[in-house]
């Protein structure tokens, strides 16, 4: 299902968080609003968000933990649906599409990485970073992930484990895995956070480059200042809303 992208906003309603062009928009929230009942209370993760990312754009996102970072990132990348509100991944409605229909944006569209690089442990590297490209019924991608895994450093490593990799051979696997679709979105959760300072610059350089090459958007929640150094955009994350 196609449909029409969402009215441009006019430059003088933009949100502070927006960007300033509107060229090239990847991803766009509109009064974006998220909460959970908890032990019969509500819990307001997310409380009416504005936000557009363009692509080539690195945006990182930062706050304290409890601040709603996870629970955005899960919208931004259709893994749950808001409660009030629009996202719009280029002119598809993510806050509407029918659940097949989403996991198959997701598949195509979407890469993850996430802290604990969640590999699958019976699949050497080159059968992980190839997943995803089975899975879009791509049979012959065998040397476009081997192409990928020799620029992010891991060609010696094709035929390893995930258990027997360093950590940051496991993100670096995990990176490959996330873009060998050249999606037009990376979602990144603290994708850091499990590495040391060295292998975190190493796999943010990574990130950054990698996606300015296929053109994606990449919005990467962190606590790290390091990590956001890397950004061409922070935005800081209170109590469920976005401030620049
Ligand atoms: P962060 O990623 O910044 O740590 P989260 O998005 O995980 O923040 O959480 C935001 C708020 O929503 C917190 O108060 C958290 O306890 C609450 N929360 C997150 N997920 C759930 C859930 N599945 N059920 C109930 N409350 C949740």
């Known amino acids: 299902m196609r449909v029409a992208r969402p009215p441009a ?3 003088g309603c933009l949100h502070p968080c927006a960007t300033i062009s509107l060229m090239g928009v990847v991803l766009t929230l509109k009064g974006v609003e998220k909460a959970y009942g908890l032990n019969g209370q509500r ?3 997310v409380c009416g968000i504005d936000l557009e990312v363009a692509a080539g754009e690195f945006l990182a996102i930062m706050g304290p933990s409890g601040c ?10 259709g893994m749950d649906r808001p409660d ?10 993510l806050h509407r599409l029918p659940e097949e229909q989403l996991i198959r944006v997701r598949r195509r569209s979407i890469g993850f990485v996430f802290q604990f ?4 442990p019976t699949m050497t590297v080159q059968e992980n970073v190839e997943l995803p490209l089975l899975l879009a019924g791509i049979q012959d991608g065998g040397p476009r992930v081997r192409r990928l895994l020799e620029r992010v450093g891991l060609a010696h490593r ?12 496991m993100q670096r696997a995990a990176l490959a895995r996330a873009l060998v679709q050249r999606p ?8 850091t956070g499990n590495l040391d300072s060295e292998n975190g610059r190493r796999v943010l350089a990574l990130l950054q480059s990698l ?4 053109g994606s958007a990449v919005i990467m929640a962190t606590h790290s200042n390091e990590a956001a150094v890397v950004a061409s955009r922070v935005l800081h994350m209170k109590d469920g809303l976005l401030s620049p």
């Open 158 to 169: 094709l035929d390893a484990f995930p258990t027997t990799l360093s950590g940051g051979e």
């Open 117 to 120: 690089f969640y590999l699958l």
């Open 211 to 214: 996606a300015e090459e296929h």
């Open 68 to 77: 709603g970072k996870s629970t955005l990132l899960h919208l931004m990348g």
């Open 9 to 11: 906003l006019l430059p």
């Open 84 to 93: 009030r509100g629009e996202i719009w991944l280029d002119e598809l409605p």
């Open 43 to 45: 819990v307001e993760a």
């Open 184 to 191: 037009r979105l990376v979602i990144a959760d603290e994708p």
